[in-house]
């Protein structure tokens, strides 16, 4: 049995006119004879309203209503879309994500799968059924709506896909492909044709919002035959693959910016075995990621620490930090909220020198201080100022000549 998941995002059923336009796409792939499973995000917009809602109650809503609070949105598109498709005359049933048993941990507002009862789903696609599943949640063992994080619906469709073995999964969205930088950006960017799995995790991890970074794990992990496409028109979009070995020879793949970041700078730190432990600790008790991490030698027995995190956990950082001030009585804790991240990304980079040299000549050139670096073996991440992000975006797409 041929199985098709398509996931199909905010803007792509954003009013009642999409969702009929969808509802005829996924109609003309239905008479290609696929078995199609369907996952839909919240209408856009909707699942911010949602959440501004709560915050007009409180600036920390407990998890468990968070959740179900936030799930509602795909309620509302998987049920529209299911009555399109009925109304066409078309068999096609929706289901929230406890009715097709998305089994998650407790980890309410970022829960893990941990499982997928499939036997539902092929049981409906035996049946000539066309599955919609909501995306972005599950439920956990007692029974408690979960949601897996912003952007969730990517990993409700890939875990399907890698769940019921598809032959193909296709994430459609309002751009028509991964490009070598954000076009909103960079003006001269391009759509990639391939793309390894490596590439595109490090480039979720660095701000491209294409996928969420949990689904290209899975994507990754599973193999799962990934395609990023438009919903708006038939053009090919970009694949996902295992390796390029020939591909173009090029070094650098993409340009990154991520301009939701925010730095905290610990200063006076005694420097002792658990510090880092009593430090990043609590921070992860709160599951707050924590991304570029940068220690100085000890003078006089303390440290300066600073390391990044993403703004939307900047306040609760900020928090956790002060907590701290109980026993390190005198340390000194300053923030700094202006801040992007410029990354670029490559496979050839492995095996590639100076790319880093010339990153820096290039921000160098331009004037552009960088405050932090990190690497891994495909990327190299500079943190400057928020106001240089565009310059240095540009600068560096057309200087590794990717336009
Ligand atoms: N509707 C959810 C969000 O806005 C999930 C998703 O779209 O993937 O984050
Ligand atoms: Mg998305």
């Keep these: 049995m041929k199985i098709l998941v398509q996931k199909y995002g905010g803007t792509s ?19 290609k004879g696929d078995n199609l499973v369907v996952v ?20 920390c809503p407990d998890p468990l ?14 049920a529209l879309l299911a009555i399109a498709l009925l109304k066409k005359g078309i068999k096609a049933r929706a289901f929230l994500g406890y009715q097709v048993h998305i089994i998650t941990d407790k980890t309410y507002k970022k829960a893990r799968i941990k499982l997928i009862e499939k036997e539902k789903i092929t049981k409906e696609l035996h049946q000539g059924t066309i599955v919609i599943v909501a995306g972005c949640q599950g439920v956990d063992e007692d029974g408690n709506i ?15 896909a890698a769940a019921l073995k598809a032959d193909a999964c296709e994430i459609y969205t309002d751009v028509d492909g991964v ?25 979720a991890s660095l701000g491209a919002k294409v996928l969420q970074i949990r689904s290209c794990e899975l994507a990754k992990k599973y193999r799962v035959p990934l395609s990023v496409r438009s919903s708006f028109n038939n053009v090919t979009g970009t694949f996902l693959v295992d ?13 990154c910016v991520d301009k939701d970041q925010a730095r905290f700078t610990l200063s006076g730190l005694p420097f002792e075995p658990d510090m880092m432990e009593k430090v990043f600790g609590p921070l992860t008790e709160r599951t707050i990621v924590i991304d570029m991490i940068v220690q100085n030698p000890p003078v006089n027995n303390t440290i300066n620490l600073s390391f990044t995190v993403s703004q939307a956990d900047y306040k609760e950082t900020k928090k956790v930090l002060e907590s701290l001030k109980t026993y390190y009585k005198t340390i000194h804790i300053s923030d700094e909220q202006k801040i992007a991240k410029v990354s670029i990304v490559g496979v050839g980079m492995v095996s590639q020198s100076g790319v880093a040299y010339t990153m820096f000549h290039i921000l160098g050139t331009h004037d552009i201080p960088i405050k932090m670096i990190s690497t891994s073996e495909i990327k190299i991440s500079c943190i400057i100022d928020r106001a240089q992000a565009e310059v240095a975006a540009n600068a560096l797409h057309a200087g590794f000549q990717l336009g």
Excluded: C, W
């Excluded at 209503?65 to 998987?78: K, N, P, T």
């Excluded at 390796?243 to 340009?255: F, G, H, N, P, Q």
């Design 13 to 31: 059923v954003g009013s009642i006119e999409r969702i009929e336009n969808i509802a005829k796409r996924i109609i003309r792939h239905k008479k």
């Design 65 to 78: 209503h968070y959740d179900m609070l936030f799930s509602a949105g795909e309620q509302v598109s998987v």
């Design 40 to 59: 839909v995000s919240a209408m856009s917009g909707e699942t911010n309203r949602l959440i501004a809602l709560a915050h007009e109650i409180t600036d």
């Design 243 to 255: 390796e390029v070995k020939k591909m173009e020879e090029r070094v650098i793949s993409a340009v």
């Design 179 to 203: 490009y070598t930088a954000d076009p909103r950006i960079v003006p001269a960017a391009k759509k990639i044709h391939k793309l390894t799995f490596d590439e595109m995790l490090e480039m």
């Design 146 to 160: 979960t949601t897996l994080g912003r952007g969730g619906s990517d990993t409700t469709a890939i875990a399907l």
